[in-house]
Each structure stands twice: as structure tokens, then as C-alpha cells.
């Protein structure tokens, strides 16, 4: 989901947040009245999701483009060496620095169908190297190709068949069909979800990430298809999508999003302002991103969900937890909100719990 830096850029993330609230405001009632518990079949091989540990790792632009994807500290110019050797230091700083073990990357038929694509590989061979578990997503284009539908069929399925061939047995990649595919009905986004698992059937099913529906702002109506049995699903979630809620009203709006499903659920997009001093290991009630991130990662926690916080590593977004260091040829990571990364832990299963 769009992520910016200040008050007049977000405007279009809070116009899309405003929709998904608007639609899930209608829909509550059917959310609820949709648990995994309808589709027994649907349940996938796993107990739980903790497995996933991770950050997205985002272009400056916030991955909607129509051109390549340069993620932030990396260059297109870069070869595949190049590009390797900065990776692998990214990569080495998210688990060093976070404890993470899982990365989230955007992909497009730009980055993918060019010569690009060589270089591009470097970050995933990187990621995977270490052992991390690299989950690779498509993102539309930008302005008005920015409306939630696949961009072009005619280069999309090119694309996938691109990248399903090169990390098909690649065990640490696990493929997202497309993010927040929010210009589709439920229906028409799992149709599209079960055309993309018969495609590749070949793919294991437990490597494939089914984004809910709408901003992939809740998973009941994927998680009911029988069709899509065996995949996990992704749920994204913020806290700017109110002004302001309880720690209660945070952890029920979560939840009434996953439904029965957390067995398979993974949160690879949730965020709150960390370069802005918020505090996130004392109580603050009368804060909403407070709330919010306790809510939600202390239901992380207890719910045994995997999340992929938003983002790890994003130039000039204040949601940032990483910021870059170093030079330019050997990049590094701080911190940039140690109560942010303490959160994180917590949902991850390590840490301490939030003070009174």
C-alpha cells in the first residue's frame, strides 16, 4: 500500500485508506460471517504463520511505477555483482538489526521482461543466500494505471512465467500474484488468484502467498475458496486508516479482517510513523499509532501469525525502520525507532511485553 513521507503527499494512501474503510464498514457484517471454518479444505499444511519475520524493502516511489524498480540504496545501473554485494549487506543488516528472516520485494514487467532483470535477481539470490524467506509480489503502475487491476495481461503472465521459472525450486521464494488488487470484487480477485495457481501448478501451494481482497485488507472470502486451499494469504492492515481507536478497537478491527484464518495469515504490510519519537513500549492511550502497533503485534503474537512490517528499509518515508549508513558501494542499516524494533520482536515471539 502507498506509503509517504509527509502530510501532502500521502493524500492518495489516505484516499485509498478511506475506501478500504468505507468497504470493510459495509461488508463487517459478511467478514465476520466468513471464517476459514466454512472452507475446512481451504486450511493450509501449517499450525501457524510464525515462521515469517520480516520487512519490506521498497523503490522510494513506493513500488508503483512504470519503469524499473530501484529499490532504495541500490541503483539500476548496477550489475549483477554490484547489486549482490549490496544486498547481501541490506539483508545482513535486517536480521542483525531487527531479527528478521524474511523479506518482501516488488516486481513489475519492467524490472522483469529487460536486461534489468539480471541485476535484479542479485537481491533475491542475496536474500536467499542467507537463508531468508523472499517473498516476491507484483505491484501495478502509477497515476492512472494506478487503480487496482492488473496493469496488462499481455506482459503479466510473461512476467510470472519469467520469474516462476528461474525460483520455482527455489525453496526460500514464495510468489504474491499481485498487490492489493483492490480494483476487483472478492470474486473476481479469487478467480484471478485460482487462474494464477493453475498456471503454475507446479509451484507448491504452500509457496504462494494470496493476497486478500480489496487493499488486501481482509483475507475471509480467499480464505472460504476451496480453490485457493493450501496457499497463505496476506493481510495488510494501519493504523492511519483511523484517526483514532483503543487498543481494544484495534486488536477487534484486526481480527473481524482475519476471521477464522490466522493459520494461514500473514500480515506483509502493517506500519506507524518510527522517525517521528513515538514511544512504542509505554502505554499511551490517548495516542492512536501507539495503540495500534501494541494491538496489533501483540495479536500477532498471540494469533501465532507471521508479519512483514512496512517498510524495513524505504528512502525519506517516516514509517522507515531502517535508515541507510555507510557508503554507497557498502551500505548499512540503523535503526530508526528502537521501541518500533522491540515491538516487532515481541510479535515475532522474542522481547518483552509493553509497560503499564
Same mark, same amino acid.
Given at each position: ?91 545482513? +543488516? ?7 528472516? @524474511? ?7 519492467? $524490472? %522483469?521482461?529487460? /536486461? #534489468? ?26 497515476? +492512472? ?7 496488462? @495481461? ?7 512465467? $519469467? %520469474?516462476?521459472? /528461474? #525460483? ?189
Amino acid at each position: 500500500m502507498r506509503k509517504t513521507s509527509g502530510p501532502s503527499p500521502r493524500t492518495p494512501r489516505l484516499r485509498a485508506a478511506l475506501v478500504a474503510v468505507a468497504v470493510a464498514a459495509v461488508t463487517g457484517a459478511t467478514l465476520a460471517g466468513s471464517p476459514a471454518s466454512a472452507s475446512p479444505s481451504g486450511a493450509a499444511p501449517a499450525t501457524d504463520t510464525t515462521q515469517f519475520k520480516g520487512v519490506n524493502w521498497a523503490d522510494p516511489r513506493d513500488n508503483f511505477a512504470d519503469d524499473l524498480l530501484q529499490l532504495s540504496g541500490l541503483s539500476t545501473t548496477d550489475t549483477y555483482r554490484q547489486t549482490y554485494a549490496k544486498a547481501t549487506r541490506i539483508i545482513a +543488516a535486517f536480521r542483525a538489526n531487527l531479527g528478521a528472516n @524474511t523479506v518482501r520485494l516488488p516486481i513489475n514487467p519492467y $524490472t %522483469v521482461d529487460g /536486461a #534489468y532483470w539480471k541485476s535484479y535477481r542479485g537481491v533475491i539470490d542475496a536474500a536467499s543466500d542467507q537463508g531468508f524467506k523472499v517473498i516476491v509480489s507484483y505491484w501495478e503502475g502509477t497515476g +492512472a494505471r494506478k487503480d487496482g487491476y492488473i496493469d496488462d @495481461t499481455a506482459t503479466y503472465w510473461p512476467m510470472w512465467d $519469467t %520469474v516462476v521459472k /528461474a #525460483y520455482k525450486n527455489d525453496k526460500h521464494v514464495y510468489f504474491e500474484p499481485m498487490n492489493e488488487p483492490h480494483g476487483y470484487t472478492d470474486t473476481e480477485w479469487a478467480d484471478i488468484a485460482a487462474k494464477w495457481l493453475s498456471t503454475y501448478a507446479k509451484v507448491p501451494r504452500n509457496r504462494v502467498f494470496v493476497s486478500g481482497a480489496g487493499y488486501n485488507d481482509h483475507v475471509t472470502s480467499v480464505c472460504a475458496d476451496p480453490r485457493l486451499k493450501g496457499t497463505y494469504l496476506s493481510l495488510h492492515h494501519y493504523g492511519f486508516w483511523k484517526d483514532y481507536a483503543t487498543y481494544d478497537q484495534w486488536v477487534a478491527d484486526l481480527k473481524v479482517r482475519i476471521g477464522d484464518c490466522a493459520n494461514r495469515t500473514v500480515a506483509d504490510e502493517f506500519g506507524a510513523p518510527m522517525t517521528t519519537g513515538l514511544n512504542y513500549d509505554v502505554k499511551t492511550p490517548d495516542d492512536n499509532f501507539v495503540n495500534y502497533v501494541q494491538a496489533v503485534t501483540d495479536t500477532f503474537r498471540e494469533l501465532k501469525m507471521g508479519s512483514v512490517y512496512w517498510p524495513g528499509l524505504r528512502t525519506d518515508d517516516t514509517y522507515s525502520i531502517q535508515t541507510l549508513t555507510g557508503t554507497t558501494a557498502r551500505p548499512w542499516l540503523a535503526t530508526t525507532n528502537q521501541s518500533g524494533a522491540d515491538r516487532l520482536a515481541w510479535a515475532w515471539g522474542r522481547g518483552k511485553p509493553v509497560k503499564g
